[in-house]
C-alpha cells in the first residue's frame, strides 16, 4: 500500500479532528516548483489523496516556498504545509499558516494559528 493509501487508510478509521502536518516531499502545481522538476504524477496523486479524504489545504502566508537549495541553480519548493479535515475548519474557521524565517535548515519552520472567530 503506498502512502497516500496509508495516510487515507487511516484517517477513514476514525472520526476525529484530523491535522495532517509537516514535509510532504510533493507539490499540488507547476508554480510550487522552480528549478526543479515537476512530476505531474505525483502531483496528482498528491491531489487525489486531499480530495478523496476531503482535505483543506490552508492558506500559507510568509513565504511563498518552504524548503530552499542554494546549490544547484536555487532550487525552491513548497513541500510543507498542513492539510485539516472539515471538523477543523468547524472549530477553527479563522485558522492560518505562515511560513516562517529558515535558520538552521533547508525548510521553513511553518506554523499554525487557530482560532475560533470567524474569518473575516
Given at each position: 500500500m503506498r502512502t497516500w493509501e496509508k495516510l487515507a487508510h487511516i484517517k477513514s478509521s476514525r472520526v476525529a479532528i484530523w491535522i495532517f502536518a509537516?514535509?510532504?516531499?510533493?507539490?499540488r502545481r507547476r508554480y510550487e516548483r522552480v528549478n526543479s522538476r515537476f512530476c505531474r504524477i505525483s502531483a496528482d496523486d498528491f491531489n487525489d489523496f486531499i480530495f478523496s479524504c476531503a482535505l483543506h489545504d490552508l492558506r500559507m502566508g510568509g513565504y511563498k516556498f518552504t524548503y530552499f537549495r542554494?546549490?544547484?541553480?536555487?532550487?525552491?519548493?513548497?513541500?510543507d504545509r498542513f492539510l485539516?479535515?472539515?471538523?477543523?475548519?468547524?472549530?477553527?474557521?479563522?485558522?492560518?499558516?505562515?511560513?516562517?524565517?529558515?535558520?538552521?535548515?533547508?525548510h521553513c519552520p511553518i506554523m499554525l494559528k487557530t482560532s475560533c472567530e470567524e474569518a473575516i
Open positions: 509537516g514535509d510532504f516531499n510533493a507539490v542554494p546549490e544547484d541553480g536555487g532550487k525552491l519548493s513548497k513541500l485539516v479535515c472539515d471538523n477543523f475548519m468547524e472549530c477553527f474557521p479563522g485558522s492560518s499558516v505562515t511560513a516562517l524565517a529558515r535558520e538552521f535548515s533547508d
